[in-house]
């Protein structure tokens, strides 16, 4: 089930360049990047894994939901719903960035100060958890592909 198609490319580029942009467009890079290794999977793909004590598609897509949802929980304070399904949890995954990025796009980068992860400043969103969740999306796609199911083109 594909619930969103708002990252099947990539949104009008801001028309200034600032700290919330630059935040917004980094989520856009990886909406764009996790709707595409999310578009054409089969639920029955996610249970592959390299070797026995790899990750398996469907752990990654879950570790992906919960990189996205601690953004989400110090952003927006409130935490997103995980579906039991697999694919519709990726999906979700996209619906709750699209609302990240809407939301650094409509705020001004004094106001950036006041959000923290826990006990660390702003940038630790940058450092950990959304470069976490894009090296993620790329072991999704290389994991597709030796599945026998290549992300499309």
Not at 42 to 62: N, Q, T
Not at 126 to 147: F, T, Y
Request: charge should be negative; include cysteine.
């Amino acid at each position: 089930m594909e619930s969103t198609s708002f990252f099947e490319s990539y949104p009008p580029e801001p028309q200034e360049v600032s700290v919330s942009n630059a935040i917004a467009r980094m989520i856009d890079g990886l909406g764009y990047r996790l709707y595409w290794a999310m578009r054409g999977l089969r639920e029955e793909e996610c249970a592959y894994r390299l070797c026995a004590d790899a990750k398996s598609i469907d752990e990654i897509i879950r570790h992906i939901f919960g990189l996205v949802n601690w953004v989400h929980i110090h952003i927006c304070g409130r935490q997103i719903e995980r579906p039991a399904n697999i694919i519709e949890q990726g999906y979700e995954t996209l619906s709750a960035l699209e609302h990240l990025r809407d939301h650094f796009i409509s705020i001004d980068d004094s106001d950036l100060q006041k959000y923290r992860l826990e006990d660390r400043s702003f940038w630790s969103f940058i450092n950990m958890p959304l470069s976490d969740a894009l090296n993620h999306v790329g072991q999704v796609r290389i994991l597709r592909r030796a599945a026998g199911n290549p992300v499309e083109k």
